[in-house]
């Protein structure tokens, strides 16, 4: 995914700034990029905490609103009495501050374009503007935007205080090339505690999109030292992956391979993407490689890529949910409850569970400008708190990585967290062989839970 980058120029981002207190901005919508419509602006920015819009005109604008609230599409109209209206033109004296009228709600918090009473975004679905001075806010239309109602481009941005870093991190960390290579080490050393299994099985689920075959193509190059991309990656409308993939992952080219492997699937959606009643083979280890995902049917058993007889090396050691940390706030009801079965078949067969928070790069700008500020930074720790009480995961089974996407070259920082989230999945794939005390350790087949067909 290319990185979608800020219109603002520089003179416009001085002018901006010092409206909004010791900030650093964080675009999370450019409607040329997106979409000019209602639905596209809050598929991004709604339960993002305080935004700043940036509407820019022909006329040489540079011009929004500000607000302290979330979007929710409530239907509420809102009263924010740290509300403003601006506007930024260069060769203007000064910029311009429109405050609320007092009494008057801000704005409407509906599934409209932004909706300032005074000044309506995205009106009608269309890169223009509905100007109404004297709803909500006061003002000539020639001062905030020159009566040029088209727009040229609209962009959000989450306002993010400058002090949101925690003093200490909420878990500690060495960034340091021995720590990386103990890591690695320790990865390559694994050995599953059950004698006839040979690797862990570690299956990724999770929404469209959410960077599962990135996940994948990172880990195999901090392995190999040089980046892969093995993996189909990228964005479509629905999942781009559609075939069930098992993959192995060697130390370095030609080396050994490592003691894991990992599953990638069909991304999960509302009404169609992965069916769950796959999942639930998938977990039994009856799906083979290149399994073509169908959102209509599961895996018949008497399909040719139906596996009967599996063995505890078949089945799934340890389940990763892999989540986009930005879409924590707004995953739908529907997927969540996808998440909550998943979870429920899951518990039932006794597979341990841990969830990757993706994209801690596009999350957080601190997290961005310096990967070590991850741990401090109050804004992935929320959605790790977030997701954690909403899933019923511990917050210490939370691993937030940023996967390799656009980089040129490894960094020390990225292996890191990637390493230690193996690691994490390797010590619970240990949890789930430490189930399996009762079975026979000459044994390879699988405990009786497998075989019912709950
Ligand atoms: N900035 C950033 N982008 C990421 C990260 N992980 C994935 N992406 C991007 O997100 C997009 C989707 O990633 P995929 O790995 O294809 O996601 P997926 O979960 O496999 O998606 P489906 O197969 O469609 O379900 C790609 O454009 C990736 O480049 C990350 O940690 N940081
Ligand atoms: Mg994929």
Same mark, same amino acid.
């Given at each position: ?20 207190? #010791? ?10 990029? #997106? ?162 299994? #040979? ?256």
């Amino acid at each position: 995914m290319s990185v979608v980058k800020s219109s603002l120029s520089k003179y416009q981002e001085d002018k901006l700034l010092p409206l909004l207190g #010791h900030v650093r901005l964080h675009l999370l919508y450019k409607a040329s990029v #997106h979409g000019f419509t209602a639905a596209a602006f809050h598929g991004r920015c709604d339960r993002q905490g305080p935004t700043v819009i940036v509407a820019y005109n022909a006329a040489g604008f540079a011009f929004g609103a500000y607000t302290s609230r979330d979007y929710t599409q409530g239907g509420e109209a809102v009263h924010d009495n740290m509300a403003f209206l601006y506007s930024i033109r260069a060769g203007a004296d000064k910029t311009l501050i429109v405050k609320g009228i007092s009494g008057q709600n801000n704005f409407t918090d509906g599934a409209t374009g932004p909706n300032f009473g005074g000044l309506l975004f995205l009106h009608e679905d269309k890169p223009a503007l509905q100007s109404n001075p004297g709803t909500g806010f006061n003002f000539q239309g020639a001062e905030m935007h020159g009566g040029d109602l088209n727009l040229t481009e609209l962009e959000v941005y989450r306002v993010e205080a400058l002090e949101a870093l925690l003093v200490n991190p909420w878990r500690k960390m060495q960034w340091t090339a021995e720590r990386r290579q103990e890591l690695k080490q320790s990865i390559i050393d694994y050995k599953p505690d059950i004698k006839t299994v #040979h690797q862990a099985r570690v299956l990724m689920v999770g929404p469209v999109g959410a960077g599962k075959s990135s996940f994948f193509n990172s880990i195999n190059s901090a392995f190999r030292g040089n980046m892969t991309s093995q993996a189909i990656a990228g964005t479509g409308g629905t999942s781009v992956t559609t075939q069930f993939r098992t993959y192995t992952i060697k130390a370095g080219k030609g080396g050994e391979t490592i003691p894991l492997v990992l599953c990638d699937t069909m991304g999960l959606e509302e009404n169609a993407g992965l069916n769950t009643d796959d999942l639930v083979n998938i977990f039994k280890g009856h799906v083979i490689d290149r399994y073509q995902f169908s959102t209509n049917a599961p895996l018949a058993e008497d399909a040719p890529g139906y596996k009967k007889q599996a063995t505890l090396n078949d089945v799934i050691h340890c389940v990763a949910y892999v989540i986009d940390t930005d879409k924590v706030s707004i995953l739908s009801e529907k997927i969540m409850d996808k998440l909550v079965l998943i979870r429920k078949k899951a518990n039932q067969l006794g597979i341990p569970q841990i969830v990757l928070l993706t994209k801690v790069d596009e999350a957080c700008s601190h997290v961005a400008g310096d990967l070590k500020n991850l741990y401090r930074s109050v804004y992935v720790q929320q959605k790790a708190r977030q997701l954690s009480g909403s899933l019923g995961i511990p917050l210490n089974n939370m691993v937030p990585v940023k996967n390799y996407c656009e980089d040129l070259e490894l960094e020390l920082e990225t292996d890191i967290l990637l390493f230690m989230a193996v690691e994490k999945m390797l010590n619970y794939a240990d949890n789930f062989f430490e189930n399996q005390v009762s079975h026979d350790q000459g044994r390879n087949d699988v405990p009786d839970i497998y075989r019912s067909n709950d």
